[in-house]
């Protein structure tokens, strides 16, 4: 069975992450998908809570078949940690799929021991139509194991998080960007009301 990784720090989940994560369970043949909610990342700062986003990450995922929201990442601060979590996952798993999107990956020679990564775990690229694939190939090519990155067809729905986050602290509606329970659970606890 291939066990997929999907991580990100989840402030809120939105519909383009559950779509990408069906995607990926079906395109790649995923037997499971693990979404790890990133604890405090070192590339970006997260003002909201691991623990609430622990949970939205759970109502976002929770009618999709195959998808278990992991806490393996929560509170493991640190500039290694993607490289800790292949490892590990590579010890639970055997060789287990690491799903980024084409941006994510377009940076990944810039993330703290790329080749190393790639012992643990396979890469796999979600890539829109579109995209700038030699950018891509610049980037699989220069990896020690570039046999090791594949690329599957997505197309991404153009929401991001951070545009959720200021359409809450205006007052406005994110009915479709965000699924009702997720919605549900930022009402819950009163997220992202002042500006974000
Ligand atoms: P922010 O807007 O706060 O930067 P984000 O929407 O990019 O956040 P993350 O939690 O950082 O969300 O993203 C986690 C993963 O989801 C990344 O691999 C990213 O490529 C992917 N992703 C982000 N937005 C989309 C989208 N609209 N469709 C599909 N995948 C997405």
Redesign the pocket.
Known sequence: MIVGL??????P??V??V??AKTALRELGLGRLLVLVAGTPPH?PVETDAEARFRLAQAAFANVPGVEVSRRELDRPGPSYTLETARWASAEFGDPVL???A??FADFLGWHEPDEILEHVRLAV?ERAGYDHARLETVRTRLRRPGRVAYFA?D????????V?ARLAAGESVDGLVPPAVAHVIGELGLYRSAA
């Open positions: 999907f991580g990100g720090t989840f402030d989940p939105h383009g992450h779509a990408l970006k799903i980024v999107g941006d994510e979600a997505f991404p729905i153009g929401v991001s998080s951070r545009d986050r």
